[in-house]
């Protein structure tokens, strides 16, 4: 019985072999090229799954670059347009402020040839008072009237003396 499963082991085995054999041969001849095509387009698909990602990598690289440029050149061109609007501010106030002075002035000007001419008004209206009581005066001490010329004269002579008195 032991020469018989020797006998049957080596069958077996024998047959277990040749099919191994077989099945290598059948791969070899009709799997093997297509089983490495697949694993060489899956490496080559995973190559340049890489280099895209690389590719990728360095283009966001590249445009976190350029952001932060166009940032900084955007803080500038604020920073430009505030000190612009500040400057323009501050050249209008003082332009404000020179043109309040000058309204001013203006006013200020007026206001003294106002002040000018009712100064000569009231002047003119005091001589004119003065003249009639110096006339009234003169009538009651010299106690009579005297007559048109006199009067002129006496009222002239007045104003003259008011006049150099100013």
């Known amino acids: 019985m032991s020469t018989l499963i020797n006998s049957t082991s080596l069958g077996n085995l024998i047959i ?9 041969v059948l791969i070899k001849k009709f799997a093997w090229t297509q089983l490495t095509d697949v694993f060489k387009a899956r490496e080559e698909k995973i190559a340049n799954d890489l280099d895209k990602a690389e590719s990728s990598r360095k283009n966001a690289e590249d445009l976190e670059s350029r952001r932060q440029i166009e940032l900084s050149h955007a803080k500038g061109e604020a920073n430009q347009i505030i000190e612009t609007a500040k400057e323009t501010g501050k050249t209008n106030g003082e332009k404000l402020v020179a043109e309040a002075k000058e309204e001013a002035g203006r006013l200020k000007e007026k206001a003294q040839q106002d002040i000018e001419i009712s100064k000569t008004e009231a002047f003119t209206a005091v001589k004119s008072d003065v003249a009639d009581l110096s006339l009234h005066l003169a009538e009651k001490l010299i106690s009579k009237n005297l007559d048109q010329e006199a009067h002129s004269q006496l009222i002239d002579s007045y104003l003259d003396k008011l006049g150099e008195a100013k």
């Not at 277990?16 to 290598?24: A, D, I, K, P």
């Open 16 to 24: 277990v072999t040749g099919s191994f054999v077989l099945l290598l």
